[in-house]
């Protein structure tokens, strides 16, 4: 089946800094998304990014489907952006069944 | 419009017993998705269901059972309850196959 992987795995950083996530997967796909999770253990939808570049705020995502790998930006960051990224793509065109990478665990300190 | 809610949001079982988990999609989703997740296996998928029918299956066994009512809200039940059960279930809904995914805030088990 698909694999995804994701790096780096943890990251540290002081407010205000910025950051880039990769994932990296193993099939073609026709999506992608981004996914934040809190310290409370909801995922929040970021990005459904199937190709190309999409902006929310400090967020910005880049998926290049051509090339297996999207990345998601996040610019002067700050505590709330604590916690684990998630990317995750569908096993199959049109399945609702996502694979999700391992994620990672992001810590911004004040 | 209201998000996806999963209830209970707490539970404590012992090993044996059964449980049954409830998620209600945002209103119009008619696709909902189950995810077990732990520390060892990460996000792993369960089953999805769309109008009633199961569409997809995960790698899980026999005592992982679910349904779909007409309204679109679902259930999830785990028989036989065994210590490595003890996950955060986490349910998703979407408008349709292949879109964006909202995911409720989960139901923590620990299976003791």
């Known amino acids: 089946g698909i694999q995804v992987e994701q790096s780096p795995p943890d990251l540290i950083l002081q407010e205000g800094a910025n950051s880039t996530l990769r994932c990296n997967f193993s099939d073609s796909v026709n999506n992608l998304q981004w996914f934040h999770q809190n310290p409370w253990g909801q995922l929040i939808n970021l990005f459904y990014i199937p190709s190309g570049t999409k902006q929310n705020g400090r967020l910005s995502a880049t998926t290049v489907a051509t090339e297996r790998y999207s990345l998601l930006y996040i610019s002067s960051s700050q505590t709330t952006d604590s916690g684990v990224y998630f990317c995750a793509v569908p096993t199959q065109g049109g399945s609702e069944k996502l694979v999700f990478g391992k994620g990672m665990k992001l810590t911004v300190n004040p | 419009k209201a998000g996806v809610t999963q209830t209970p949001r707490y539970l404590i079982k012992t090993r044996g017993q059964q449980v049954t988990l409830s998620c209600s999609p945002i209103s119009g989703h008619r696709s909902v998705s189950w995810y077990q997740q732990t520390p060892g296996q990460g996000l792993q998928f369960l089953f999805e269901?769309?109008?009633?029918?199961?569409?997809n299956k995960g790698n899980f066994p026999g005592r992982f059972s679910g349904r779909q009512f007409s309204n679109s809200r679902s259930e999830m039940n785990v028989s036989t309850l065994e210590l490595g059960d003890s996950a955060l279930y986490l349910c998703?809904?979407?408008?349709?196959?292949?879109?964006?995914?909202?995911f409720g805030p989960g139901t923590r088990l620990l299976v003791l």
């Open positions: 269901y769309f109008s009633e029918t199961q569409r």
């Open positions: 998703a809904s979407s408008l349709r196959a292949a879109e964006t995914q909202y």
